[in-house]
């Protein structure tokens, strides 16, 4: 058991930021949705459909036809593929809110499709253009920020000696987020369509507009954590590799009561169980268990924000089944 | 009725051949309505009618199939409720189109708000707000949230966001179905004021006798067509009631006097919160017998919802006693409570009384799939309960169902019937009926009105909740007026008069707690 | 339901179908290869054969239960996401009743089939509990459960379970006694597809002429209704979910029993997952599920053809099941396909 404590020290911090990276950066996009009245299953697939683009653009940006016509384009690789990623995100983001809010598809089950293309469309891709369906390397990186000065400073040096710089982005956007939410026009209108549709319509909000755009915010937000995922540290694109960040980002925004400060400790807690997880499979513990944890741990967490939620007052029907529905 | 008014001629607003038809219903058929500057028209029908399908159309909620619309002698389409206020008509809805977690401020700025840079200027917004509560004589606190303000309050700040972006028409849908008489009356002078700064004014409204007092000319429609208009002070309630009827109707049913007997359904001290958390029952008392029509009035909004959810067991209790037939109901399960003999005609008839989606069969069978003669062991064949609608659906005479059809076909009136057949096929001991005539056609209400004084004189105790306080009078052998989540007054039902019910309803009058 | 509704009900999946294959056939020809060899091996190759054709009735099987799970939480208002994770587990279970209990064949058969719907049912109960007790979204929580459940199965089979001389990660293989029998000589094809034909209908049965199944029905159509008149929504959602675990659960044991003989790892290509498609095509209705199967195995097999035939790999069945599944659930493409009477007065004024 001392064997297992010993685990809990501050050398988890830097790999919490690490970890926890995509998952606050796919929140955000969730609750922006969320907020809107628009609940956002398809981030996983999203996010992982950006992970590919992003490995396969930055990929290309190295390839022979690129360094001979344009050689100056090469060493911007990272960054390209990163615009790729988005780009995908978006636009798969963009079909999603075609079909839910416009063509009024059930939104869990347009997530679940969306989902779905992404696993099986990632594959094909992969075995189209890479000739296998199990990893491919993206042959380059996006760069990480290194503050050695940092080095001996406790608690503070574990954190930001060495991040990647998608993390210094992801700390801005969280406050962007904030900011947006609650001090522009734009965000009361989001928290407006969100909380009573019908009242925002008859405002004169375009009601469905505003949710569009929230689903794609969350596009482009799910397209850097994605971007994240294949070029943040590992520099290559595995099959599935996302596996289940979308849905733990959700349990994020709502462990986050769906604002951006909630959501951002909401992810911390969710990157640090991660980051225990790849902690405890070192130490020798079957990695099948130690796997599980971030799942065990976003289930737990779900059922202990959800017990708080709950009201008292109408009895016995907290079945309400959760299709957050676009409006009339 | 009010002085003379110096209403223009040449009409604002101008509906022609107004045609509008939804999935399996027309709600508008050729109809029409035109309305003058400085003029207070109402609008008058059952429901069903098609007058609040017409005002929505008018404000571009809707989009008519055919007809035009002219506004200020241009023909116009108003494809949107932005393009109708461009035009300067505004509406207030029955339910109103707040945001509860935001600022009235922020209510009334949405969709215009003022802006620094990206930002959205509070301060602005709260300036813009005093304003126009002083010019328009419209009492609010800007910073308040809407959640924590009054109903009356609350469309108090509808209204100022329709002024705000300076709508000349000004449409209200039934503004007085949830306010106090006293608060209707200040409601009436302030639209008697904005008709002096040369506004026009539609009241929806099936309140005849609000009609005859407030109004300049009247419109009325009748099955979504339209029957004809009328200077108010040129004609009667009853002629009203028969244009909107197309015959001459009786307004009160025979009864007979109450043979009571045991006390059925005895309640002390209850309370209870609403979905805000916020106390809306606080301590309510009172009892029903055997044989007898209690009716509790009042003014929607005061607990008459949460009374009757928690009695019924859709919501739960924090404090008192609730006994039927002497057993302790307050942790009761609804299926426990229907077991003890009770049956519940709910007032959100979509939401708890029915299942659109369902067929009229399933819509039929529900409290009683469970037990024999529909189920038997757990066998509830779809032929016996087909059987079983078909049964209720003849005793009531609901026209032109079909068990196999779904529910959502029928109209809102006929599904009423369905519930009230349902809920009254067992013999059941309590009858709790909350607004149970709202949506039905004047004819059928004589229709529902006799069913109730039926079952009362076969010695059910009947509850029944009513916000129309001609209905409790009628009905009710004795009279509890909720105000404020109490029962403030209790009346016997020939003691009582219109002019006492209406203060006791207003927390004002003789406050003496009823007995428990 | 009438001719006339039946007809006007199938029209949404049928379009689906097509749209789904047409929009597939232009992303293969936009990645180079020429779509028409894939339709063939799609739809026509899965026909050819006797060999082929049975290997349809295999696939059939568990796309069949799987679309049951499926419906039955849909039909209750919930989403059992996690019919994947019931299905492992349910799989291990009867397995491991096949290479541990010894006797007569239609025993041990019973047995594995029991316990194997018995730990399936458990498995969908705890998210059940979770969001009847407790709030939590079982949209979320199967998911997570999903992956907790394949990493405890793969755990077992390399870990306690582990046979003495395994080179792959698999369970010992069942007792001979136990493999459910093959009724088409020289395939694959075996009785466990009469097993989930009878599911299907019992689950008619249940749906249509029982009181837990129209307490079911009423849950989910409306459940502040179902409360109203004296309908548990609490029992009857956690019915549900018990239900939608047993047919998983059978998923997983009748795979077992009936093609791999033993647990192997990582055997299901996604079965929990592809029931929503199954259960989506078929309107959620009990006796459409089967021809609904059929067709999607038929897709499935095919695309094991396409992918030796042609360069377009197995894959791109999940793409097209994904624009299938967008298609049949978008209202707004179909609204004009509901005709209703039109009648004068009542509603909306």
């Not at chain 1, 099948?288 to 709950?310: E, K």
């Not at chain 2, 309803?505 to 003496?512: K, P």
């Not at chain 3, 990493?151 to 010992?172: K, Q």
Request: net charge positive; proline share 4%.
């Amino acid at each position: 058991m001392d064997d297992v404590l010993s685990v809990f020290d501050t050398r988890l911090l830097g790999p919490m930021l690490r970890l926890a990276t995509p998952i606050l950066l796919a929140a955000i996009g969730g609750l922006y949705t969320q907020q809107a009245g628009v609940l956002n299953i398809a981030l996983e697939g999203m996010m992982l459909m950006a992970a590919f683009w992003a490995a396969a653009g930055a990929f290309f940006f190295q390839s022979d036809q690129v360094a001979q016509s344009a050689p100056w384009l090469v060493p911007l690789a990272p960054w390209l593929g990163l615009l790729c990623g988005v780009l995908a995100s978006v636009l798969l983001a963009a079909v999603f809110g075609l079909f839910s809010i416009r063509l009024r598809a059930d939104l869990v089950v347009a997530g679940i499709a969306i989902n779905l293309f992404a696993a099986g469309g990632t594959i094909v891709l992969m075995h189209r253009f890479f000739g296998t369906k199990g990893s491919f390397p993206a042959r380059a990186r996006l760069p990480d920020i290194r503050l050695s000065f940092l080095r001996d400073v406790p608690v503070l040096g574990e954190l930001f000696r060495q991040q990647n710089i998608l993390l210094y982005f992801s700390i801005v956007i969280v406050v962007i987020a904030h900011v947006a939410l609650y001090r522009t026009r734009f965000g009361l209108r989001v928290r407006s369509v969100g909380e009573n549709p019908e009242a925002a319509q008859t405002a004169g909000i375009h009601v469905r507009r505003i949710q569009f755009v929230t689903v794609l915010i969350s596009g482009a937000l799910c397209g850097l954590a994605g971007a994240n995922l294949s070029l943040g540290y590992l520099g290559q694109f595995t099959a599935n590799m996302t596996s289940g960040r979308g849905f733990i980002a959700l349990a994020a925004q709502t462990f986050g009561g769906a604002t951006p400060i909630g959501t951002a400790l909401a992810s911390l807690f969710f990157g640090l169980a991660d980051a225990v997880s790849v902690r405890l499979q070192t130490r020798g513990l079957p990695s099948q268990f130690v796997l599980m944890i971030p799942y065990v741990a976003t289930v737990v967490a779900l059922v202990l924000v959800s017990r708080r939620r709950s009201r008292t007052g109408r009895r016995g029907t907290s079945v309400e089944v959760e299709k957050a529905r676009a409006t009339p | 009725m009010e002085e003379q008014h110096d209403a223009d001629a040449a009409p604002v607003v101008v509906m022609h051949g107004i045609t509008k038809a939804f999935p399996g219903v027309v709600a508008n058929q050729q109809a029409q309505f035109d309305l003058r500057a400085r003029e207070v028209h109402a609008l008058v029908g059952e429901n069903g009618a098609g007058k609040s399908t017409l005002m929505k159309i008018l404000f571009g909620l809707y989009s008519p199939n055919a007809g035009s619309i002219t506004v200020n002698g241009h023909v116009v389409r108003i494809d949107s409720p932005q393009k109708a206020i461009g035009l300067g008509i505004g509406m207030v809805h029955q339910h109103f189109m707040l945001i509860p977690s935001l600022t009235v401020a922020e209510n009334i700025s949405l969709g215009m708000e003022p802006t620094r840079g990206r930002f959205f200027d509070l301060n602005a917004a709260v300036a813009l707000a005093r304003q126009l509560s002083t010019t328009y004589g419209l009492r609010i606190d800007p910073s308040a949230r809407i959640r924590d303000i009054s109903v009356g309050e609350r469309q108090r700040v509808e209204i100022l966001k329709a002024l705000a972006r300076g709508v000349r028409v000004l449409i209200l849908d039934e503004p007085t179905a949830v306010l106090t008489p006293q608060e209707a009356d200040e409601l009436f002078l302030v639209l008697r004021g904005l008709v002096r700064q040369g506004m026009s004014v539609v009241l929806i409204t099936h309140k005849l006798r609000e009609v005859m007092n407030t109004s300049d000319r009247v419109t009325v429609m009748r099955a979504g067509q339209y029957v004809g208009t009328v200077e108010t002070s040129a004609t009667s309630t009853r002629e009203l009631a028969r244009m909107m009827v197309g015959r001459d109707i009786l307004l009160r049913v025979e009864k007979g006097a109450a043979q009571t007997g045991e006390v059925v359904v005895q309640v002390d001290g209850v309370t209870t919160e609403d979905d805000q958390g916020l106390p809306a029952v606080r301590g309510v008392s009172f009892q029903v017998r055997a044989g007898e029509i209690y009716g509790i009035a009042g003014v929607e909004g005061n607990g008459q919802s949460e009374l009757v959810e928690s009695l019924t067991g859709l919501r739960g209790v924090s404090g008192g006693r609730m006994l039927l037939n002497g057993v302790r109901i307050e942790r009761a399960t609804t299926r426990r409570r229907r077991e003890l003999g009770m049956a519940h005609i709910p007032e959100d008839r979509l939401v708890y009384g029915a299942s659109e989606s369902s067929s009229i069969a399933d819509n039929a069978v529900i409290g009683y799939h469970y037990h024999p003669p529909l189920a038997y062991r757990s066998w509830l064949a779809a032929s016996r309960r087909a059987r079983w609608a078909l049964d209720l659906i003849r005793r009531f005479d609901i026209r032109g169902a079909r068990p196999e059809a779904p529910i959502g076909s029928l109209s809102g009136g006929n599904i009423q019937k369905l519930i009230l057949a349902r809920e009254m096929s067992r013999a059941p001991n309590l009858l709790v009926a909350a607004q149970p005539t709202r949506g039905v056609d004047i004819g059928a209400i004589e229709f529902f009105h006799r069913k109730l004084i039926e079952y009362r004189d076969n010695g059910a105790a009947v509850l029944l909740v009513s916000a129309e306080l001609s209905e409790v009078l009628t009905l009710a052998d004795r009279i509890g007026v909720m105000y404020d989540g109490r029962i403030v007054r209790e009346f016997a039902g020939d003691e009582a008069t219109e002019q006492e019910l209406g203060l006791a309803m207003l927390g004002a009058g003789d406050s003496q707690r009823a007995s428990a | 339901m009438r001719r006339r509704d039946l007809l006007a009900e199938a029209i949404p999946p049928v379009l689906s179908l097509l749209a789904a294959l047409a929009l597939s056939g232009l992303i293969i020809a936009m990645l180079g290869s020429s779509p028409l060899p894939v339709y063939k091996a799609l739809l026509v190759s899965p026909f050819e054969s006797l060999a082929t054709f049975s290997e349809v009735l295999v696939r059939m099987v568990p796309l069949l239960l799987s679309g049951l799970a499926v419906a039955v939480a849909f039909r209750c208002g919930v989403f059992n996401l996690g019919v994947e994770g019931q299905l492992y587990l349910g799989a291990f279970a009867a397995a491991w009743v096949g290479f541990t209990l010894t006797g007569p064949g239609i025993v041990v058969i019973l047995a594995a089939l029991l316990f194997g719907a018995f730990v399936g049912a458990l498995y969908a109960f705890l998210p059940g509990v979770l969001r009847v007790y407790s709030g939590a979204s079982e949209i979320v929580t199967t998911i997570m459960l999903n992956y907790v459940a394949i990493n405890l199965t793969t755990y077992l089979v390399t870990g306690p379970f582990r046979p003495r001389n395994a080179a792959t990660a698999d369970s010992e293989p069942i007792a001979a006694a136990a493999h459910l029998a093959r009724f088409l000589p020289g395939s694959r094809a075996h009785v466990g597809l009469f097993i989930a034909l009878a599911l299907a209908i019992g689950l008619y049965v249940l749906l249509y002429q029982t009181t837990i199944g129209y307490e079911l029905r009423m849950t989910g159509a409306n459940p502040r209704f179902a409360e109203y008149g004296g309908i548990s929504v609490r029992r009857t959602v956690l019915i549900a979910m018990l239900l939608s675990g047993v047919l998983a659960g059978l998923l997983g044991a009748i795979e077992v029993l009936g093609v791999q003989y033993r647990f192997r790892s990582g055997f299901s290509p996604g079965y929990g997952f592809d029931g929503i498609t199954v259960a989506l095509l078929a309107r959620v209705e009990p006796l459409a599920i089967p021809l609904a199967a059929f067709l999607f195995a038929v897709l499935r097999a095919g695309a094991s053809i396409a992918a030796v035939d042609t360069e377009v790999s197995r894959e791109v069945v999940d793409v097209l099941q994904a624009i299938i599944i967008l298609f049949v659930t978008a209202e707004g493409l179909w609204s004009f396909v509901r005709r209703r009477r039109v009648t004068t007065a009542g509603q909306p004024s």
